[in-house]
């Protein structure tokens, strides 16, 4: 599914402020016809963005325990234009227009593998796990034309509060103003 993202954190003394930012584009051909009960996730027909913000605490001795709490917005979309012969002679033309938002809060406990002990830039491993609550609300809109004629619009939405729980690890570098 490949999601491009991307964290930049400010630390002071054992304190991190960061910003979080990422970017998922579709897979699917334009005349794909969504699982519209699949997990946002897990869905290959929506593009996604995410922003958000963290705040970092370093509590051990060696700088690697750390706990993290993230708060972020993820917007999921799509857009689907599509055309068929509705085997009568007519053709159907219409749109499907697929919209999640997602405001999270994320507290997670984390480790950090450090690769290099010198240099200014220096790979590390973030190994961690958390649990998280999270709003999602979600629209689906679906209109079409046969043979030039409206057809009778479907849409439906919800609203949802869930809990989630959080594995993970991030590859990545830390860059030094001194060696």
Known sequence: MGEISANADWVYKRNSFGVIGAYRSRKLSENYAPDIESPSYLRNDLNAVSIGFSYKRVFSADRRWYYDVQAFYRHWWNYNDYSYPDGAGQTV???????????????????????????????????????????????????????????????????????????????????????
């Open 93 to 179: 033309t219409g749109r499907q227009t697929t919209d999640y938002n997602v405001y999270a809060i994320k507290a997670l406990l984390g480790y950090k593998v450090v690769m290099a002990r010198r240099g200014k830039i220096r790979p590390c491993l973030l190994v961690f796990a958390g649990v998280g609550t999270r709003i999602r609300t979600y629209t689906y809109e679906a209109t079409s034309t046969t043979g030039g004629v409206p057809d009778p619009e479907y849409s439906f939405g919800y609203v949802r509060k869930l809990g989630s729980v959080h594995f993970g690890m991030q590859l990545g570098f830390e860059v030094f103003r001194k060696n």
